[in-house]
């Protein structure tokens, strides 16, 4: 199978915290997935000085937008596709 390739403009889709206007919403990877349907993925404030509350959202964050569509990272989806928390152990 060949695999096709070619350059596209994407636009990246972040949230900036409510609370500290500075940081932006990153999925927390240690987290437990509520598997309502659609899934919800918990996200906090990559400020690590802010004190906002964690928050769930129905994609991971930051999403690329292509074409209306959005993209989520597959890296992400694949290792949390079970539901089971997978710590990437370098923090
Ligand atoms: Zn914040």
Same mark, same amino acid.
């Given at each position: 199978?060949?695999?096709?390739?070619?350059?596209?403009?994407?636009? #990246?889709?972040?949230? %900036?915290?409510?609370?500290?206007? &500075?940081? %932006?919403?990153? $999925? /927390?990877?240690?987290? /437990?997935?509520? &598997?309502?349907?659609?899934?919800?993925? #918990?996200?906090?404030?990559?400020?690590?000085?802010?004190?906002?509350?964690?928050?769930?959202?129905?994609?991971? $964050?930051?999403?690329?937008?292509?074409?209306?569509?959005?993209?989520?990272?597959?890296?992400? #989806?694949?290792?949390?596709?079970?539901?089971?928390? %997978?710590?990437?152990?370098?923090?």
């Amino acid at each position: 199978m060949a695999i096709s390739k070619k350059e596209v403009q994407v636009t #990246l889709e972040e949230y %900036v915290c409510d609370e500290c206007n &500075q940081g %932006v919403l990153r $999925l /927390d990877d240690c987290a /437990d997935i509520l &598997q309502s349907n659609p899934k919800q993925y #918990l996200h906090h404030c990559s400020n690590p000085e802010c004190e906002s509350e964690d928050v769930y959202f129905t994609y991971i $964050l930051p999403v690329l937008v292509y074409k209306e569509q959005k993209f989520m990272r597959a890296d992400v #989806l694949r290792s949390t596709a079970s539901g089971v928390s %997978v710590s990437t152990g370098n923090k």
